[in-house]
Structure formats: structure tokens, C-alpha cells
């Protein structure tokens, strides 16, 4: 299995890209989300990737994270959503965007990515409700991973500090899912008041989100 590929862009097609490396090429498929954030060619690039094997066809997608890839791979758990689909909706959303569309019974947001029809989007949102929470939980892993060279420098560049690391709204968003299952709260109820408690206030660090999560969780009466 094919994990993780790392080279220089070589080329970029309408739906794919062909990645160098060492001298091997491989095309690699994307969602038109990833396809814009892609570097220039000739440039340094790193793709997650997930091989789909059939009798007649080997192709491979690519996520710059494994957050969307774990997505990619949940999506096409669902009946009538294969690879094209799921790449259509993440392209459409993004990780984030599916997750707070799942949480919430989204529908809609669903049907916005080209080709997926109300059937379709309604399975989505359905059947994963309760599978969903595993994933996002997994928060978001940073794209920017190191490209292999092909010839290591003579003289190592060097090091310099790198800025403290921003904790990011996916994380924030996993930190409060595990701090609420913690507390016991279902996966499906503890996902979507942490969605609608994201929507509400998209700046809001995991403490807050926290907080407003089990205003939303408690009792009313």
C-alpha cells in the first residue's frame, strides 16, 4: 500500500497531478480544493494518499492531509459514494465542512458538491452520524511534511526556530469532542453540539467550545 508520497510537481491536469519521484512519476488524482492549494511545477510537494484496486484499474488519490484522507476513506463506506463522489464532496467542503455538515444532518451542504444528489447526501449524513465522531476527533495533521531531495546538500542549512505552533480549529474542535466524551456524552450528541457551538462562534478555542457545548447538552427544563 502506497501511504504517502513525496517529490516535485511535475505536472497539473484538471483532476490530477503527476508527482516525480527519483525519477518514477505518479498520477495521482485530487479534489479541485487540493488541486488549487498545490505549490507551482517544479516545487516541493507531499500528498497522502489511498490506492483504489480494481480488476481493471489501479488509481491513486491524494489528501494533504490524513485527516481528509481518513475522511476519503469513511465517505466511500457509504452506498452509492465512490471515489469520485467523495472527492467531489471534499473538494466542495473540505474535512471541516463534512464534519460540521454530518453533525448537524447537513443534507444540503452535502448536495453542493458536483454530481451527489439528495439521495446520496441524506445516506451521507445519515449512515455517518455515528461513525463520524471517531474522525474528527482525530483533529488536523499538518501538510507541510518534508519532500525527499534527490541528492542530500553538502553543507546542512541552518536550523532555525520555528514559531510556536497555533493550535488550529480542527484541534480545537477534537480537544472538545474528547473532553465531552470524557464527561460521557454520546459521540453523535457531543458532535453536533460541538458543531453548532463552532458555527456560533468560529474564533472559539477548546475551552470555549467546551463550554458552550454543555450549555447546549444540558437538561432543559
Same mark, same amino acid.
Given at each position: ?53 480494481? &480488476? ?11 485527516? &481528509? ?52 447526501? =441524506?445516506?451521507?449524513?445519515? &449512515? ?67 458543531? =453548532?457551538?463552532?458555527? &456560533? ?21
Amino acid at each position: 500500500m502506497i501511504g504517502r508520497i513525496a517529490g516535485r510537481l511535475d505536472y497539473r491536469g484538471t483532476d490530477h497531478v503527476l508527482i516525480d519521484v527519483r525519477g518514477v512519476g505518479y498520477i495521482i488524482h485530487v479534489s479541485d480544493r487540493t488541486l488549487a492549494s498545490m505549490p507551482g511545477v517544479g516545487e516541493g510537494v507531499a500528498l497522502y494518499t489511498d490506492l483504489l484496486v480494481r &480488476e481493471d484499474l489501479l488509481q491513486l488519490y491524494g489528501f494533504p492531509t490524513l485527516l &481528509e484522507k481518513e475522511w476519503h476513506r469513511l465517505l466511500m463506506t457509504v452506498q452509492g459514494v465512490g471515489a469520485r463522489a467523495s472527492m467531489a464532496i471534499l473538494g466542495a467542503l473540505g474535512p471541516e465542512g463534512v464534519s460540521r455538515a454530518i453533525a448537524l444532518g447537513d443534507a444540503r451542504s452535502v448536495q453542493a458538491a458536483p454530481g451527489v444528489g439528495p439521495k446520496i447526501a =441524506q445516506r451521507v449524513v445519515m &449512515e455517518l452520524k455515528a461513525k463520524a465522531p471517531s474522525v474528527m476527533a482525530m483533529g488536523a495533521v499538518p501538510s507541510d511534511a518534508p519532500v525527499i531531495e534527490e541528492e542530500a546538500s553538502p553543507t546542512p542549512a541552518p536550523k532555525r526556530r520555528s514559531p510556536p505552533a497555533v493550535p488550529s480549529r480542527a484541534a480545537h474542535t477534537a480537544d472538545a469532542l474528547s473532553a465531552l466524551a470524557n464527561l460521557g456524552y454520546g459521540p453523535a450528541d457531543a458532535a453536533a453540539a460541538v458543531a =453548532q457551538s463552532a458555527d &456560533e462562534s468560529p474564533d472559539a478555542d477548546a475551552a470555549t467550545l467546551i463550554r458552550l457545548s454543555l450549555r447546549r447538552l444540558a437538561p432543559k427544563g
